[in-house]
């Protein structure tokens, strides 16, 4: 008999959070965090037994580890495929967002200053169209008196 080698389960689960619940982590810190033998964890990973719902719920809970509260406004957020995540935000922040930070700040400065731009050149076009409409006007009076 061929013996499976990914763990199973008699419940509806995501496969990939059922493996990375159960196969990740070192075997004997999750035997003693679920009270149970290392061969057990071992049966659970190669699929020998099915995996209980109280073990995947617990694990996958467990599974999140959230920053504490000595983190200040990054309290919440956990690691998730390299990236801080927060669902209360609805964010999440990933290395490359903390490598690029400086381009965001000087791209901020410049959507600022360009909106400033902007503004002054509509200022800059009202100014000019109401002038060459002056002008047109003055131009057709001095033409109405010099003909």
């Known amino acids: 008999m061929r013996t499976r080698r990914f763990p199973r389960c008699d419940f ?3 496969p990939d959070d059922l493996i990375r619940v159960v196969c990740f982590g070192d075997a004997e ?5 679920l009270y ?30 959230q920053l504490g509260e000595t983190w200040g406004e990054w309290q919440g957020f ?7 995540v927060s669902d209360e935000y609805r964010a999440a922040v990933s290395l490359d967002d903390v490598l690029k930070l400086r ?15 902007i503004e002054r050149i509509i200022v800059e076009r009202d100014f000019y169209k109401n002038q060459c409409h002056r002008e047109a006007k003055f131009g057709l009076m001095i033409n109405r008196i010099f003909k």
Do not use: M
């Not at 061969?39 to 719920?57: H, K, L, N």
């Not at 956990?78 to 801080?84: H, M, N, S, V």
């Open 12 to 14: 509806p689960c995501n």
């Open 36 to 65: 149970v033998t290392v061969e057990q964890i071992e049966r659970w990973r190669t699929g020998q037994e099915a995996v209980p719902f109280a073990v995947y719920a617990t694990l996958k809970a467990q599974d999140k580890p």
């Open 103 to 117: 381009e965001y700040r000087r791209l901020d400065r410049l959507v600022i200053e360009q909106a400033d731009t």
């Open 29 to 33: 810190k999750l035997a003693s965090s």
């Open 78 to 84: 956990y690691l998730d495929r390299g990236r801080l």
